[in-house]
């Protein structure tokens, strides 16, 4: 659904180091929020989910069949009951938002970027530099500015 705030797609940018970023984007507003996992674990995954999603708009958690995803019951109860809805084996289109997002992402840290070697700051700074981008999809608005107008007409 792409008429209201709080649909998330989820998935994780993996690399050759076990860290890893993991990115959720909002299927209306295109916002990207997430952050650096330490491993690509379901325990590391799960806690950079909570980190990301407390306290924003959420309705549903879309992720792929990842292991990676594992712990998504946990996640669930943290974050008050959020239905996850996961996409069917092999079929990463079930989630555009999310991947056309990851492929942003892959101009700032190629295929083969060494994740351990990243900070925290640095994966945020990438991620508000997508999040101010203009996107021909969204009317040459950047995903915070349709967020923000989201946000405040709800």
């Not at 989910?49 to 995803?69: H, I, N, Y």
Request: net charge positive; glycine share 8%; with cysteine.
């Amino acid at each position: 659904m792409r008429s209201r705030l709080g649909d998330r797609e989820d998935d994780a940018v993996v690399g050759p180091a076990p860290a890893c970023p993991v990115t959720m984007t909002d299927r209306a507003s295109r916002p990207l929020v997430g952050g650096r996992a330490r491993a690509h674990s379901s325990a590391e995954v799960a806690k950079a989910e909570v980190r990301a999603l407390a306290g924003r708009p959420l309705e549903t958690v879309t992720p792929d069949r990842g292991k990676e995803f594992a712990n998504h019951r946990e996640v669930s109860r943290a974050l008050g009951g959020v239905p996850f809805y996961f996409c069917q084996p092999h079929h990463p289109w079930q989630k555009p938002t999310v991947e056309n997002t990851n492929g942003l992402i892959r101009e700032f840290f190629p295929k083969g970027a060494d994740f351990s070697r990243v900070t925290d700051e640095e994966v945020q700074e990438v991620f508000e530099k997508i999040n101010d981008r203009p996107r021909k999809a969204l009317g040459f608005r950047t995903a915070n500015e349709v967020y923000r107008e989201m946000l405040h007409s709800a």
